[in-house]
């Protein structure tokens, strides 16, 4: 199986039959608030546990990496803070140093490292270098021997002895006091070990939480406060067994799908269970949200999973009836603005995904914009306004079938659902939504688009699609494909990831920004889809192919679409955004956006983020210069 179709994450052999598919499946729990000090810092402590995953079937022992505490959730603790905050963390790392686990390995394109840590807080604007969010730290356990920390020091990927830490680091972020309000998150970004680390849970909700100009200032988002929830889309990729007591081939190979992971010393594979391909949600298989009738609550959504496009859409379980509404409140943690022509007019509602024919046409400039925030790439985020029906009803969110992806609209219509006999396979089916009958006091209220516009975002550079301003070159001035190649430079694994033909490197430079230039980017993908992200700076995206969007939307991560060769199977859901299927397409679309790095200088990273492509290299390391 090639690596794009394996980056679902997902087999048919991997099901969990029986996992699923029960009523009466436990109310949804939200994950708990990160523990403080009495000083205020937060406490953040990585080692290994074993947990039960909760759900409607038979219960599944996991024991992994984790940063959980005494949580029965297999969901990492909740950070709030607010603009302005100094926020400081001490990150303990108390796993076990095993040169079996790779953790004396060094390389840019293989999977290695898996009990070496260090802290990304994915989305945040805030300093790139030092002890702020400098992903080329690297945390290792306090077990670790000499010869272990020499490695780091003198063949690590932070260049340095400075950049090789152990057993604890002080991290202390200074969030500007005009950051957007919004969801973000954060996650360990050791190269080489990302998606193994995100297979073990090991990411949680960072929320930055303003009353003057941020969400939290509107009047129906303080109403929902009390009715908040927080959904950890996740996807945990090791055996379903109590004996499976570190890493394995099994277990490896679920979360990379390539070639074995093997290293010095480790024992024959452990065969006992099937890696976990079902989503879970704040580590719950299956959950329940409550809702009354004409309730309208907030919802937090992050996409942490390993490399699964989750297209966030609730239908009905049975029938056709009106499903809940989803009003998109903010993208990427930015709040979202746009053109109204009423001061009453509602936020952008999603509408199931869009089907565009015709470039030009103002149907196919909004749609491009809905299917932007309808298909939820991992890494991505929406600070969603749900607005249940007038009548009970249940609803379900689903995942697609990696091995027979639907056609573009899907799993949104009832209709592509009932096909299969009215019922999802449990191995797709991630959560229910239950609308009951109305109470007194329940809280109906959804801010309008006039008020979304009112709140902090960056500094706009482009505010009309149809005409950008003077200060946006005239063609891309950064450019980047995505791609594989053969193995030129990851011989033991067949083959690398690549950024324009070549592995991440920690040796030079591969990308300069200038701070404040505003640069264009053409984005591509030779191969396969991926999702594009990069650290410090969003980005306004403009245009999809030959497609400009209705209204600029911020983001840190962005989806690009595949460049599928009729029938090579080498395109994973969803194919393409702006033309059904791509039948017709042997290249993937450009995407084109705006970014101005702004206040801060140093060097971070740009990479896919399905993290199987990103620990396989492809990742480029990139400065900010004045």
């Not at 994450?9 to 523990?35: D, F, K």
């Not at 022509?341 to 015709?358: N, W």
Request: aromatic fraction near 6%; hydrophobic fraction near 35%.
């Amino acid at each position: 199986m090639t690596r794009g179709a394996r980056a679902w994450g997902l087999s048919t052999a991997a099901a969990l039959v029986g996992l699923a598919g029960a009523a009466g499946a436990a109310e949804l729990q939200n994950p708990p608030e990160i523990p403080r000090d009495n000083g205020g810092t937060l406490q953040l402590t990585a080692s290994m546990r074993t947990f039960q995953m909760p759900g409607a079937g038979a219960p599944v022992n996991v024991r992994v990496r984790s940063f959980q505490a005494d949580s029965p959730l297999l969901a990492s603790p909740t950070i709030r803070a607010r603009p302005g905050d100094t926020v400081r963390l001490t990150f303990r790392n108390e796993l076990d140093f095993s040169p079996a686990e790779g953790d004396s390995a060094m390389s840019t394109t293989e999977p290695h490292g898996f009990d070496v840590l260090n802290l990304h807080t994915h989305g945040l604007h805030v300093s790139p270098e030092g002890n702020s969010d400098n992903v080329l730290l690297m945390v290792y356990p306090a077990s670790t021997p000499p010869g272990g920390m020499h490695t780091c020091e003198h063949e690590g990927h932070g260049g340095g002895p400075e950049f090789c830490k152990k057993g604890r680091f002080d991290y202390e972020y200074k969030i500007p006091a005009d950051h957007p309000s919004g969801t973000y998150w954060y996650h360990p970004h050791k190269h080489g070990a990302v998606a193994l680390h995100l297979g073990s849970g090991m990411a949680g909700a960072l929320l930055i939480e303003d009353d003057r100009n941020g969400l939290e200032s509107l009047p129906a988002v303080k109403a929902a406060k009390a009715a908040e929830k927080i959904l950890l889309l996740q996807e945990i990729t090791f055996a379903p067994t109590g004996s499976n007591t570190g890493v394995n081939e099994v277990t490896c190979n679920a979360v990379y799908g390539f070639s074995p992971c093997t290293f010095e010393g480790q024992a024959a594979a452990a065969t006992t269970g099937t890696p976990n391909a079902k989503l879970s949600v704040n580590g719950q298989f299956d959950p329940t949200i409550t809702m009354q009738a004409g309730e309208a609550q907030l919802w937090r959504v992050v996409n942490m999973t390993v490399g699964n496009t989750v297209p966030f859409c609730l239908v009905p379980e049975t029938g056709d009836a009106a499903a809940p509404e989803l009003f998109v409140l903010a993208a990427d943690g930015v709040p979202v603005h746009r053109p109204v022509s009423s001061d009453k007019e509602l936020p952008f509602r999603l509408m199931g995904p869009q089907g565009l024919l015709d470039p030009g046409s103002d149907a196919a400039a909004t749609g491009v914009v809905n299917n932007e925030f309808q298909f939820m790439a991992p890494g991505q985020r929406l600070d969603l306004m749900v607005k249940a029906p007038s009548k009970p009803g249940r609803y379900i969110l689903a995942q697609p079938d990696p091995n027979n992806p639907p056609a573009l609209g899907g799993l949104c219509q009832p209709g592509e659902r009932l096909k299969a006999g009215g019922k999802v396979p449990a191995s797709q089916l991630v959560m229910y939504v239950d609308v009951v009958p109305t109470k007194k006091g329940v809280n109906e209220l959804v801010p309008t688009q006039a008020q979304l516009n009112t709140l902090a975002t960056p500094k706009p550079i482009v505010t009309d699609t149809a005409k950008l301003p003077d200060t946006v070159p005239s063609e891309p001035t950064q450019g980047v494909v995505f791609g594989f190649t053969s193995g030129t430079y990851a011989s033991s694994v067949g083959g690398a990831s690549v950024v324009n033909g070549r592995p991440f490197t920690e040796e030079r430079v591969q990308r300069t920004l200038k701070l404040d230039q505003v640069d264009r980017w053409g984005v591509q993908s030779a191969a396969d889809t991926h999702m594009f992200h990069i650290h410090t700076n969003s980005f306004q995206i403009f245009q999809r192919g030959q497609v400009r969007y209705a209204f600029p939307v911020w983001r840190d991560t962005a989806l690009v679409n595949c460049a599928p060769v009729v029938g090579s199977g080498n395109c994973t859901f969803p194919g393409g955004l702006t033309s059904p299927g791509n039948t017709n397409q042997a290249y993937g679309e450009v995407l084109q956006f705006v970014s101005q790095a702004k206040r801060y200088t140093g060097k971070m990273v740009m990479h896919c983020h399905n993290v199987t492509h990103e620990d396989n290299g492809m990742m480029e390391l990139v400065e900010i210069v004045k």
